[in-house]
Protein backbone atom coordinates (compact mmCIF):
# COMPACT_ATOMS: atom_id res chain seq x y z
CA UNK A 1 0.00 0.00 0.00
CA UNK A 2 0.93 3.58 -0.54
CA UNK A 3 2.11 5.29 2.57
CA UNK A 4 0.70 8.41 0.91
CA UNK A 5 -2.90 7.05 0.86
CA UNK A 6 -2.69 5.38 4.45
CA UNK A 7 -1.36 8.51 6.16
CA UNK A 8 -1.87 11.71 4.11
CA UNK A 9 -4.49 12.66 1.66
CA UNK A 10 -3.08 15.11 -1.09
CA UNK A 11 -5.50 17.90 -2.84
CA UNK A 12 -4.74 20.18 -5.97
CA UNK A 13 -6.37 23.50 -6.64
CA UNK A 14 -5.66 24.41 -10.21
CA UNK A 15 -7.05 27.65 -9.98
CA UNK A 16 -5.41 29.15 -7.31
CA UNK A 17 -2.11 27.27 -7.24
CA UNK A 18 -2.65 25.12 -3.91
CA UNK A 19 -1.61 21.91 -2.73
CA UNK A 20 -3.05 20.87 0.49
CA UNK A 21 -1.58 17.82 2.46
CA UNK A 22 -3.68 16.49 5.20
CA UNK A 23 -2.65 13.86 7.66
CA UNK A 24 -5.67 11.73 8.07
CA UNK A 25 -5.10 10.65 11.75
CA UNK A 26 -5.96 13.24 14.78
CA UNK A 27 -4.79 13.46 18.33
CA UNK A 28 -7.85 13.81 21.18
CA UNK A 29 -7.42 14.89 24.55
CA UNK A 30 -10.62 15.39 26.56
CA UNK A 31 -10.72 16.89 29.73
CA UNK A 32 -13.78 17.77 31.54
CA UNK A 33 -16.43 20.23 29.61
CA UNK A 34 -13.90 19.83 26.82
CA UNK A 35 -12.68 17.96 24.32
CA UNK A 36 -9.55 19.12 22.31
CA UNK A 37 -8.49 17.23 18.66
CA UNK A 38 -5.49 18.08 16.71
CA UNK A 39 -4.52 17.79 12.94
CA UNK A 40 -1.45 17.87 10.79
CA UNK A 41 -1.89 20.42 7.61
CA UNK A 42 0.33 21.67 4.77
CA UNK A 43 -0.73 24.32 1.89
CA UNK A 44 1.35 25.20 -0.58
CA UNK A 45 1.41 28.57 -2.95
CA UNK A 46 3.84 29.67 -5.38
CA UNK A 47 4.87 32.20 -2.96
CA UNK A 48 4.82 30.56 0.23
CA UNK A 49 4.82 27.12 2.32
CA UNK A 50 3.12 26.68 5.53
CA UNK A 51 2.41 23.85 8.03
CA UNK A 52 -0.93 24.54 10.07
CA UNK A 53 -1.74 22.76 12.94
CA UNK A 54 -5.91 22.22 13.20
CA UNK A 55 -7.24 22.10 16.24
CA UNK A 56 -11.47 21.52 17.09
CA UNK A 57 -12.58 22.71 20.49
CA UNK A 58 -15.60 20.31 21.48
CA UNK A 59 -17.42 22.57 24.11
CA UNK A 60 -21.04 22.50 25.66
CA UNK A 61 -21.56 26.27 25.61
CA UNK A 62 -20.64 28.90 22.56
CA UNK A 63 -17.51 31.09 23.62
CA UNK A 64 -16.97 29.29 26.98
CA UNK A 65 -13.07 28.58 26.13
CA UNK A 66 -11.02 29.18 23.61
CA UNK A 67 -7.46 29.10 23.45
CA UNK A 68 -4.76 32.39 22.69
CA UNK A 69 -1.66 30.25 22.35
CA UNK A 70 -0.47 26.63 22.13
CA UNK A 71 3.21 26.80 23.45
CA UNK A 72 5.85 24.23 22.80
CA UNK A 73 8.95 22.90 25.39
CA UNK A 74 10.96 20.84 22.96
CA UNK A 75 14.03 19.76 24.96
CA UNK A 76 14.22 23.45 26.96
CA UNK A 77 13.89 25.30 23.22
CA UNK A 78 10.48 27.72 24.06
CA UNK A 79 8.08 27.95 20.33
CA UNK A 80 5.02 30.43 20.79
CA UNK A 81 2.23 29.43 18.83
CA UNK A 82 -0.88 32.19 18.31
CA UNK A 83 -4.26 30.79 17.50
CA UNK A 84 -5.90 32.02 14.89
CA UNK A 85 -10.05 31.33 14.73
CA UNK A 86 -11.06 29.78 11.36
CA UNK A 87 -14.43 29.32 12.04
CA UNK A 88 -16.30 29.93 15.45
CA UNK A 89 -19.65 28.21 17.23
CA UNK A 90 -20.21 25.65 14.64
CA UNK A 91 -23.26 23.62 16.22
CA UNK A 92 -23.62 20.31 15.75
CA UNK A 93 -25.21 17.39 17.39
CA UNK A 94 -25.89 19.64 20.70
CA UNK A 95 -22.65 20.77 21.08
CA UNK A 96 -20.33 23.73 20.11
CA UNK A 97 -17.35 23.21 17.95
CA UNK A 98 -14.79 25.89 17.32
CA UNK A 99 -12.51 25.60 14.78
CA UNK A 100 -8.87 27.53 14.66
CA UNK A 101 -5.46 26.91 13.50
CA UNK A 102 -1.73 27.49 14.75
CA UNK A 103 0.62 28.39 12.19
CA UNK A 104 4.30 26.82 12.23
CA UNK A 105 6.46 29.08 11.89
CA UNK A 106 9.49 28.83 10.45
CA UNK A 107 7.87 25.87 9.30
CA UNK A 108 9.85 22.96 8.58
CA UNK A 109 12.35 23.70 11.01
CA UNK A 110 9.98 23.51 13.91
CA UNK A 111 8.70 20.83 12.87
CA UNK A 112 11.54 18.78 12.26
CA UNK A 113 12.90 19.74 16.34
CA UNK A 114 9.14 18.53 17.48
CA UNK A 115 10.28 14.81 15.64
CA UNK A 116 13.50 14.89 17.18
CA UNK A 117 13.00 16.06 20.44
CA UNK A 118 13.93 14.15 23.33
CA UNK A 119 11.69 15.96 25.86
CA UNK A 120 8.30 17.58 24.36
CA UNK A 121 6.06 19.69 26.78
CA UNK A 122 2.67 21.54 25.36
CA UNK A 123 0.34 24.15 27.04
CA UNK A 124 -2.94 25.69 26.12
CA UNK A 125 -3.18 29.49 27.53
CA UNK A 126 -6.28 31.21 27.25
CA UNK A 127 -6.11 35.08 28.29
CA UNK A 128 -9.42 35.61 28.31
CA UNK A 129 -10.05 33.06 31.29
CA UNK A 130 -6.71 33.60 32.46
CA UNK A 131 -6.39 29.50 32.93
CA UNK A 132 -4.04 27.52 30.64
CA UNK A 133 -3.95 23.46 30.31
CA UNK A 134 -0.27 21.02 30.04
CA UNK A 135 -1.20 18.55 27.71
CA UNK A 136 -0.60 14.81 29.24
CA UNK A 137 3.07 13.83 27.87
CA UNK A 138 0.85 10.57 26.38
CA UNK A 139 -0.75 13.08 24.23
CA UNK A 140 2.72 14.61 23.86
CA UNK A 141 3.79 11.68 22.45
CA UNK A 142 1.19 10.68 20.23
CA UNK A 143 1.30 14.30 18.54
CA UNK A 144 5.29 13.78 17.94
CA UNK A 145 5.04 10.27 16.45
CA UNK A 146 1.82 11.39 14.06
CA UNK A 147 4.29 14.72 13.14
CA UNK A 148 6.81 12.31 12.29
CA UNK A 149 4.52 10.46 10.00
CA UNK A 150 3.64 13.52 8.58
CA UNK A 151 6.96 14.90 7.73
CA UNK A 152 7.82 11.16 6.01
CA UNK A 153 4.97 12.02 3.98
CA UNK A 154 5.02 16.12 3.36
CA UNK A 155 8.85 16.63 2.97
CA UNK A 156 11.12 13.44 3.07
CA UNK A 157 9.92 10.11 2.51
CA UNK A 158 13.39 8.54 3.73
CA UNK A 159 12.84 10.38 7.45
CA UNK A 160 11.37 8.32 10.43
CA UNK A 161 10.71 5.71 8.59
CA UNK A 162 9.89 3.96 11.99
CA UNK A 163 7.11 5.89 12.43
CA UNK A 164 5.77 4.93 9.83
CA UNK A 165 6.75 0.94 8.97
CA UNK A 166 5.60 -0.32 12.52
CA UNK A 167 1.74 -0.14 14.18
CA UNK A 168 -0.32 2.63 13.47
CA UNK A 169 -0.33 5.21 16.27
CA UNK A 170 -2.85 3.89 18.84
CA UNK A 171 -5.51 6.77 19.60
CA UNK A 172 -8.50 7.29 22.05
CA UNK A 173 -10.62 6.12 19.32
CA UNK A 174 -8.99 2.73 18.09
CA UNK A 175 -8.46 1.95 21.81
CA UNK A 176 -12.66 2.32 22.92
CA UNK A 177 -13.13 0.44 19.33
CA UNK A 178 -11.29 -2.22 20.74
CA UNK A 179 -13.23 -2.46 24.20
CA UNK A 180 -16.32 -2.83 21.81
CA UNK A 181 -15.30 -5.83 20.00
CA UNK A 182 -13.90 -7.50 23.12
CA UNK A 183 -17.64 -6.78 24.84
CA UNK A 184 -19.41 -8.41 21.61
CA UNK A 185 -16.68 -11.35 21.47
CA UNK A 186 -17.40 -12.18 25.01
CA UNK A 187 -21.18 -11.74 24.42
CA UNK A 188 -21.48 -14.23 21.64
CA UNK A 189 -19.06 -16.40 23.77
CA UNK A 190 -21.74 -16.31 26.89
CA UNK A 191 -24.64 -16.88 24.62
CA UNK A 192 -22.86 -20.36 23.46
CA UNK A 193 -22.03 -21.05 27.08
CA UNK A 194 -25.53 -20.90 28.13
CA UNK A 195 -27.13 -22.51 25.18
CA UNK A 196 -24.65 -25.66 25.93
CA UNK A 197 -25.35 -25.66 29.81
CA UNK A 198 -29.23 -25.53 28.95
CA UNK A 199 -29.02 -28.39 26.65
CA UNK A 200 -26.62 -30.31 29.60
CA UNK A 201 -28.38 -29.90 31.90
CA UNK A 202 -32.03 -30.23 30.57
CA UNK A 203 -31.54 -33.50 29.13
CA UNK A 204 -29.70 -34.96 32.36
CA UNK A 205 -31.97 -34.19 34.29
CA UNK A 206 -35.19 -34.73 32.03
CA UNK A 207 -34.02 -38.16 31.38
CA UNK A 208 -33.82 -38.60 35.57
CA UNK A 209 -37.25 -37.52 36.06
CA UNK A 210 -38.45 -39.91 32.67
CA UNK A 211 -36.71 -42.74 34.36
CA UNK A 212 -38.33 -41.85 37.74
CA UNK A 213 -41.92 -41.61 36.60
CA UNK A 214 -41.82 -44.65 34.55
CA UNK A 215 -40.10 -46.84 37.80
CA UNK A 216 -37.12 -47.78 35.84
CA UNK A 217 -35.00 -46.31 38.55
CA UNK A 218 -36.01 -45.33 41.69
CA UNK A 219 -34.61 -43.12 44.40
CA UNK A 220 -34.14 -43.12 48.82
CA UNK A 221 -35.49 -40.02 50.08
CA UNK A 222 -31.58 -39.20 50.86
CA UNK A 223 -30.71 -39.48 46.84
CA UNK A 224 -33.65 -37.30 45.53
CA UNK A 225 -31.89 -34.71 48.34
CA UNK A 226 -28.91 -35.25 46.81
CA UNK A 227 -29.96 -35.07 43.08
CA UNK A 228 -32.05 -31.58 43.86
CA UNK A 229 -29.10 -30.64 45.38
CA UNK A 230 -27.23 -31.14 42.74
CA UNK A 231 -29.52 -29.40 40.12
CA UNK A 232 -29.85 -26.23 42.13
CA UNK A 233 -25.65 -26.11 41.98
CA UNK A 234 -25.19 -27.33 38.72
CA UNK A 235 -28.21 -24.67 37.37
CA UNK A 236 -25.76 -21.67 38.40
CA UNK A 237 -23.54 -22.86 35.74
CA UNK A 238 -26.26 -21.68 33.61
CA UNK A 239 -27.44 -18.90 35.38
CA UNK A 240 -24.06 -16.96 35.54
CA UNK A 241 -23.26 -16.68 31.94
CA UNK A 242 -27.22 -15.78 31.57
CA UNK A 243 -26.56 -12.52 34.35
CA UNK A 244 -23.49 -11.24 32.21
CA UNK A 245 -25.52 -11.26 28.95
CA UNK A 246 -28.32 -9.13 30.79
CA UNK A 247 -25.63 -6.58 32.41
CA UNK A 248 -24.36 -6.62 28.52
CA UNK A 249 -28.21 -6.15 26.62
CA UNK A 250 -28.19 -3.38 29.49
CA UNK A 251 -24.80 -1.76 28.85
CA UNK A 252 -25.76 -1.73 25.08
CA UNK A 253 -29.64 -0.33 25.41
CA UNK A 254 -27.42 2.87 26.58
CA UNK A 255 -26.06 3.16 23.47
CA UNK A 256 -26.06 4.20 19.95
CA UNK A 257 -26.06 0.78 17.60
CA UNK A 258 -23.69 2.50 15.26
CA UNK A 259 -20.68 3.94 17.30
CA UNK A 260 -21.77 2.31 20.80
CA UNK A 261 -21.78 6.35 22.50
CA UNK A 262 -23.84 7.09 25.10
CA UNK A 263 -24.94 10.64 23.62
CA UNK A 264 -28.22 9.20 22.59
CA UNK A 265 -31.63 11.38 23.08
CA UNK A 266 -34.90 10.20 22.24
CA UNK A 267 -36.68 12.08 19.59
CA UNK A 268 -40.40 10.66 19.61
CA UNK A 269 -42.30 8.18 21.06
CA UNK A 270 -45.62 6.89 19.78
CA UNK A 271 -48.09 4.18 20.80
CA UNK A 272 -50.53 1.58 18.60
CA UNK A 273 -53.16 -0.63 19.80
CA UNK A 274 -51.87 -4.17 19.57
CA UNK A 275 -54.38 -6.21 21.10
CA UNK A 276 -57.39 -5.82 23.35
CA UNK A 277 -58.01 -9.22 25.76
CA UNK A 278 -59.98 -9.94 28.36
CA UNK A 279 -58.41 -10.67 31.92
CA UNK A 280 -59.63 -11.89 35.51
CA UNK A 281 -59.23 -9.78 38.29
CA UNK A 282 -59.68 -9.91 41.74
CA UNK A 283 -61.54 -7.20 43.43
CA UNK A 284 -62.63 -6.26 46.80
CA UNK A 285 -66.05 -5.49 47.47
CA UNK A 286 -66.47 -2.44 50.14
CA UNK A 287 -69.43 -3.39 51.55
CA UNK A 288 -69.01 -7.16 52.37
CA UNK A 289 -64.64 -7.06 52.50
CA UNK A 290 -65.10 -10.47 50.16
CA UNK A 291 -62.84 -11.01 47.03
CA UNK A 292 -64.64 -11.39 44.00
CA UNK A 293 -63.34 -12.59 40.64
CA UNK A 294 -64.62 -10.33 37.83
CA UNK A 295 -63.42 -10.27 33.99
CA UNK A 296 -61.99 -6.83 33.09
CA UNK A 297 -61.09 -5.98 29.00
CA UNK A 298 -57.66 -4.37 29.01
CA UNK A 299 -55.82 -3.02 25.44
CA UNK A 300 -51.99 -3.65 25.19
CA UNK A 301 -50.18 -1.29 23.45
CA UNK A 302 -47.23 -1.20 20.87
CA UNK A 303 -44.69 1.18 21.78
CA UNK A 304 -42.45 2.63 19.27
CA UNK A 305 -39.45 4.77 20.49
CA UNK A 306 -36.95 6.98 18.00
CA UNK A 307 -33.63 7.46 19.22
CA UNK A 308 -30.77 9.77 17.83
CA UNK A 309 -27.17 9.93 18.45
CA UNK A 310 -25.73 13.07 19.10
CA UNK A 311 -22.42 11.82 17.74
CA UNK A 312 -23.08 10.55 14.70
CA UNK A 313 -26.69 11.01 13.96
CA UNK A 314 -27.45 7.67 13.60
CA UNK A 315 -31.26 7.57 13.80
CA UNK A 316 -32.89 3.86 15.08
CA UNK A 317 -36.38 2.71 16.72
CA UNK A 318 -36.85 0.76 19.40
CA UNK A 319 -40.50 -1.37 19.94
CA UNK A 320 -42.14 -3.53 22.67
CA UNK A 321 -45.49 -3.96 23.78
CA UNK A 322 -46.68 -2.03 27.25
CA UNK A 323 -49.25 -4.81 28.48
CA UNK A 324 -52.70 -3.17 29.87
CA UNK A 325 -53.81 -4.28 33.44
Known amino acids: MDIKSDFVSVERDEFDGLTTIEHLRHCRHRSGMYEITFSWRRNIRPASDRIILDVEIK?????????????????????????QTNRSSEYRGGSFYEIGMFFIEPSQKVLRC?????????????????????????????????AQQFYNNAFDG???????????????????AEQIARRESRYRQLCRYRLLWAVLWGSFFGELCVLGAFEIITFS?????????????????????????????????????SCHHRAIKMVRSHEAVYQVRSVEHLVIERLTGQRKSRQVTVTD???????????CRHLWTRSHIARGF
Not at 62 to 79: A, E, H, I, M, N
Not at 158 to 176: H, I
Not at 231 to 255: D, R
Open 158 to 176: DEYLSAVSGVAVRTEDTTF
Open 59 to 83: TTRSGSWLPSQLTLLVDRQRFDLKY
Open 301 to 311: HEVSQDFECKD
Open 221 to 257: AKSADQLIIAGVLSASSWLIPHIQILWIEHQKNKECP
Open 114 to 146: LCDAKVLKLKLQSDEKNEHTVLPDEFCAQLQLQ
